[in-house]
C-alpha cells in the first residue's frame, strides 16, 4: 500500500490548469493547498506562468524541474489524455482528475483509453468526475468540496455532492473528518485500497462509505477489507432499484447490482449499512466514542410515552425487545410518583425534570440491569431541557462513562442541548431511526 503514500502523504504537489481567477477550481486548488497548511512543495502550472498567492506559475509540467509525486489535473475532459501522457513521461506517481464526462454520459471509450494510459505509467489516480481529497494527517486539501473541520472521521463518497451533504451535517454537529476521498468513477484507486492503507492508522477512528454501484471484482475485494479491518465501517448505498440503478451509472457510471445481495454480504463482512445520509454520520460517530455495551439488554428513560413507543418499535424491527425492568430496580425506584411508570420503558411523564432525571440515571448506572441506557427527552413548556442535559452530562461523568448512554433530544431546544451532551463524549442522533441503528450497530460490535 506505500503506493498511496503519493496521493495522501505527497512531498510535492502540481496543479495543471492552476488559475489567476478567483472562483475557477485550478485558483481554488492552489488556496485550498496553500491555506491548509501543505508543507511539501507546490507547483502552479498554467501557460500565461506569472504567479499565484506568491508561488512561482510553471508554464509546463516539464518545466519543473523537481519530481512530482501528485498532480492534481483542473482541466476539461478534452485535455486530459494529453495531460495523463505528460504526466507519465514525467515520471509523475499519482493524479486527482476533476473533470467529468467520461463512462458516466455514455463515454466508456474515453474512460478506456485513459485507463490504458493510466497503467502503462503506473499512475494512481483518484477519479475522473469527482471532488478530490483531504486529508488532514498531511495538511492535505486537494477538493472544492466544502472543507470540513478536523476530526476521526473518514468518509469515502462515490459523489462529490453527497460529500458536501454529509460534510454540512457533520458541521451541524460539530464533528470533523480526517480523510475524505471524493472518487467518482473510481477507474483506479478503490474503496478497499483506502480502507487497507489507513488501517493502522489512529487518527481515523471509523470509515464512512457512500456508494452507488461497485465493478466486477471489487465486491470480493471490498468484503475481505472490511474484514480485516480494524474499524468500524458503516455504509450508506443508492442505486437500489431497477431506476436507482440506471441513475447509479448515469452518475458514475457503477454496476449498481442487487441491493439485497449487497446489503447482507456487507453486514456478514461486519459493516453497517445504512439507509440515510444522516444515519451514516450518526452511526458512525457513536462507533467512534461510545463505551460498548457489555450485553444487549435496554432500558429507555423517557418523560413522553408516544417518542418511547416509537422508539420501541424500531429496536423491535432490528431484532432488540425490550424486558421487563428486574424486581430489584423497580424496588430502587421507589423514589418516582406513583404514577411514573417503573417499567420499560421507564416514564417519567412531564413531570421529569432533571432531578428524576438524575436519580433515574444513577440507579441505572450503579446496578448490573441494563446494559445500555436510552434516554429520551421532549420538553414541556415549563422543563428546561438544557437542564436535563446538564443532568445527563454530570451523572454520566460522575460515573466514568461505565456504561453504553444513547441520549436522544427532541423538540425544543435540541441542538443547544446537544451541545452540552457532546461534553461527556456521547453522541447525538437525529431520529428514533438513527438512534435504534446506533444501539444495533453497538451490539453487533461485540461479542455478547
Not at 452507488?212 to 458503516?234: F, M, Q
Not at 421529569?352 to 433515574?360: A, L, P, Q
Request: with cysteine; proline share 5%.
Amino acid at each position: 500500500m506505500k503506493s498511496l503514500d503519493s496521493l495522501f502523504r505527497p512531498r510535492s504537489i502540481a496543479i495543471l490548469g492552476a488559475s489567476h481567477k478567483p472562483g475557477k477550481v485550478g485558483f481554488e486548488l492552489v488556496k485550498n493547498i496553500v491555506e491548509a497548511g501543505f508543507q511539501g512543495r507546490i507547483y502552479p502550472i498554467n501557460p500565461k506562468g506569472g504567479e499565484i498567492l506568491g508561488y512561482k506559475v510553471y508554464r509546463t509540467l516539464h518545466e519543473v524541474e523537481d519530481d512530482i509525486d501528485l498532480l492534481l489535473i483542473a482541466l476539461p475532459t478534452k485535455y486530459i489524455l494529453e495531460s495523463i501522457e505528460e504526466a507519465g513521461k514525467k515520471g509523475v506517481k499519482s493524479a486527482v482528475i476533476y473533470a467529468a464526462g467520461f463512462a458516466e454520459i455514455g463515454r466508456e471509450d474515453l474512460q478506456n483509453e485513459l485507463v490504458k494510459l493510466v497503467k502503462k505509467y503506473g499512475i494512481r489516480v483518484i477519479g475522473p468526475n469527482c471532488a478530490g481529497i483531504i486529508y488532514w494527517g498531511s495538511r492535505l486539501n486537494a477538493s472544492f468540496s466544502p472543507v470540513s473541520r478536523d476530526g476521526f472521521l473518514g468518509l469515502l463518497s462515490q459523489s462529490g455532492a453527497m460529500t458536501a451533504v454529509i460534510s454540512e451535517y457533520l458541521e451541524f454537529k460539530e464533528l470533523g473528518l480526517r480523510l475524505l476521498v471524493s472518487y467518482g468513477n473510481r477507474i483506479d484507486v478503490k474503496d478497499h485500497e483506502i480502507i487497507e492503507y489507513f488501517n493502522y492508522s489512529d487518527d481515523i477512528r471509523t470509515f464512512m462509505i457512500y456508494i452507488e454501484g461497485l465493478d466486477e471484482g471489487d465486491g470480493r475485494r471490498l468484503y475481505k477489507a472490511i474484514r480485516n479491518s480494524l474499524k468500524p465501517i458503516v455504509i450508506f448505498k443508492t442505486g437500489r432499484g431497477e431506476s436507482g440503478s440506471r441513475a447509479a451509472y448515469s452518475h458514475t457510471a457503477a454496476l449498481a447490482g442487487r441491493y439485497n445481495v449487497f446489503r447482507d454480504i456487507m453486514f456478514q463482512a461486519g459493516a453497517y449499512v445504512v439507509d440515510e445520509y444522516y444515519e451514516l454520520v450518526d452511526v458512525a460517530e457513536a462507533l467512534s466514542i461510545v463505551t460498548p455495551p457489555r450485553g444487549k439488554e435496554v432500558a429507555i428513560v423517557t418523560n413522553s410515552g408516544g417518542p418511547a413507543v416509537t422508539a420501541t418499535d424500531k429496536l423491535e424491527e432490528l431484532g432488540i425487545s425490550l424486558h421487563t425492568t428486574p424486581p430489584d430496580i423497580v424496588d430502587k425506584l421507589d423514589f418516582l410518583q406513583p404514577y411514573m411508570n417503573k417499567g420499560n420503558p421507564i416514564d417519567l411523564t412531564a413531570d421529569g425534570n432533571e432531578d428524576y432525571y438524575r436519580k433515574v440515571l444513577e440507579t441505572l448506572l450503579e446496578n448490573r440491569w441494563p446494559d445500555i441506557i436510552y434516554v429520551i427527552h421532549v420538553p414541556p413548556t415549563f422543563i428546561n431541557p438544557i437542564k436535563i442535559a446538564e443532568a445527563v452530562r454530570d451523572v454520566y461523568l460522575e460515573h466514568n462513562r461505565k456504561k453504553t448512554l444513547i441520549p436522544l433530544f427532541l423538540g425544543r431546544d435540541r441542538w443547544r442541548a446537544y451541545k452540552v451532551i457532546r461534553e461527556a463524549g456521547l453522541p447525538t442522533p437525529l431520529t428514533h431511526i438513527s438512534a435504534a441503528k446506533t444501539i444495533h450497530a453497538l451490539i453487533r460490535r461485540v461479542k455478547i
